[in-house]
């Protein structure tokens, strides 16, 4: 599954996006910054939640995921640290989980203004 960043996220934010992530290899990793260009597009197409996740996200479940797999149908991102993130579900309840929680999901909008409820 392919995530259209740029329709959810707005294009000048989804390209911010990108060039942060990359930044962020090339200067914690020591990956030159074409290499790091290319890991960080690829797993942004793969929709892959370690290189996505971010605060004001919704998460919704993946139509390939059995219901009876995942706690929730919808995941909202309200804050991130490192490789874990502070998450609501639909009933208000708030848990933090490491990122991998999210991987049976899909991002699905990100609105940037409300990033702490």
């Known amino acids: 599954m392919t995530v259209p960043l740029d329709l959810i996220a707005g294009a000048e934010h989804a390209a911010a996006f990108i060039a942060d992530r990359v930044q962020q290899l090339v200067t914690q990793d020591c990956i030159p910054q074409s290499r790091a260009y290319d890991i960080v597009c690829t797993a942004v197409l ?61 991002l699905d909008t990100w609105n940037r203004q409300d990033t702490e409820r």
């Not at 998460?59 to 995921?65: A, C, H």
Request: net charge negative; proline share 7%.
């Open 46 to 106: 793969e929709a892959d939640p370690f290189t996505l996740a971010a605060p004001g996200q919704l998460w919704l479940t993946r139509e390939d995921e059995p219901d009876h797999d995942v706690p929730a149908a919808m995941l909202f991102v309200h804050r991130r640290q490192g490789a874990d993130v502070l998450l609501e579900d639909e009933y208000g309840q708030r848990e933090w989980l490491g990122v991998s929680a999210l991987t049976s999901y899909v």
